[in-house]
């Protein structure tokens, strides 16, 4: 941000890992759309809890946490909230819009020109990008009738994670400009939250924002601490392995632990920064999981909507699926990366 190139570690796993992740959630959120419940998806049946979505998500907060921590060693706590601001707004400015002036025009009860004829639209708009948990449903937007299930009105019920994203960045900012960002902070953090729930399965009940920050904040601060770990030292394929032996073990004895995955932390960091495993790189497609993420939910929506009576699981997998790959690669050619071309502005020194 001084006008310096910038020179850090570059880990082409992460991609294919993320565009895995997002992908896991519109599996995970098909049973849920089609079938208005998540009972039949494989990894629910399979232990009672949890589903391959939610993995996705723990998996995005892991990789995100180190990426970000990676970033944030680099210039000032106003540069770093800049480049991040530039990664995620853009993206999620424009599906918002998309989802207030298209899917709402398309699927009001009071149509078209009826809903466009509203005059809340800017409010609207404006208050989804300030609260994303208010975009998740929007004023006068339905895919069917409501008494069928609450479902109908979710118009994107995968944006809660991005608050809960943007509220992590602001730690991170706020720790750079103290000078606190060390490995003994993150891990006071991380043993705080992760015994957290043991006491208390429901800490914010009246807060529904909090909640859902001591659920998923630990799985951002445990990639920030791997980072912090591994910029010293290189994780080690024993260690992994040893990992995935003690998360699998958790999963099967004590399912009901929100926090039991986190096992898997350390073998997905070393697949991401091993030198040895070459997943797909995806340097021709671009970084598509941020939008692949962002639209799957609408995606899906329109594509049980389109299939009515014939609506399963499996057709709504495979038809939101490259639909929402698509919508995702559009969004980082035609706008993400160039929003972050704008990251070299010295606007924050």
């Known amino acids: 941000m001084d006008g310096r190139e910038i020179e850090k570690a570059f880990y082409p796993n992460f991609n294919m890992i993320r565009l895995v992740a997002a992908s896991m959630v ?4 098909a049973f849920l759309i089609s079938e208005k419940t998540s009972a039949n998806e494989p990894f629910r049946r399979l232990l009672g809890q949890g589903t391959f979505g939610i993995f996705g998500v723990y998996a995005f907060f892991i990789t995100s946490g180190f990426l970000v921590t990676q970033s944030a ?5 106003g540069g770093f909230l800049w480049r991040r601001a530039l990664r995620i707004y853009p993206a999620f400015a424009v599906c918002t819009l998309l989802s207030v002036y298209v899917l709402g025009a398309l699927f009001s009860p009071l149509g078209i020109s009826g809903y466009l004829l509203k005059s809340l639209h800017v ?3 404006l208050h ?3 609260d994303p948990n208010f975009g998740m449903t929007l004023p006068h937007v339905q895919f069917y009738d409501p008494a069928i299930s609450w479902l109908a009105t979710f118009v994107n019920g995968s944006l809660w994670t991005i608050g809960q994203e943007i509220f992590c960045y602001l730690i991170i900012a706020g720790l750079m400009a103290i000078g606190l960002l060390r490995a003994q902070l993150m891990a006071l953090v991380l043993a705080v939250g ?3 729930q043991l006491f208390f399965d ?3 009940p009246n807060i529904r924002f909090l909640t859902d920050f001591t659920f998923i904040a630990p799985y951002f601060c445990c990639g920030s601490l791997l980072w912090i770990v591994m910029e010293k030292r290189q994780p080690n394929i024993v260690l992994a392995l040893i990992f995935v032996v003690l ?11 929100f926090y039991r995955p986190m096992l898997f ?3 997905l960091i070393y697949i991401a920064t091993s030198p040895v495993i070459r997943l797909p790189t995806l340097e021709r497609v671009g970084d598509v999981s941020y939008g692949t993420y962002l639209y799957g939910w609408p995606v899906e929506q329109v594509m049980n909507h389109a299939l009515g009576q014939y609506s399963t699981w499996w057709a709504v997998f495979a038809l939101s699926l490259p639909a929402s790959w698509l919508l995702g690669w559009l969004s980082w050619h035609l706008l993400e990366k160039r929003a972050l071309r704008l990251k070299r502005i010295a606007l924050l020194r």
């Open 265 to 267: 932390a350390y073998p």
């Open 194 to 196: 992760v015994t957290w």
């Open 202 to 204: 429901h800490p914010w």
């Open 128 to 130: 989804s990008l300030f």
């Open 26 to 29: 519109i599996f995970s959120h």
């Open 247 to 257: 998360g699998v073990l958790c999963l099967v004895i004590w399912p009901n632990y």
């Open 73 to 77: 060693q680099f210039g000032s706590a």
């Open 123 to 125: 409010k609207t708009t």
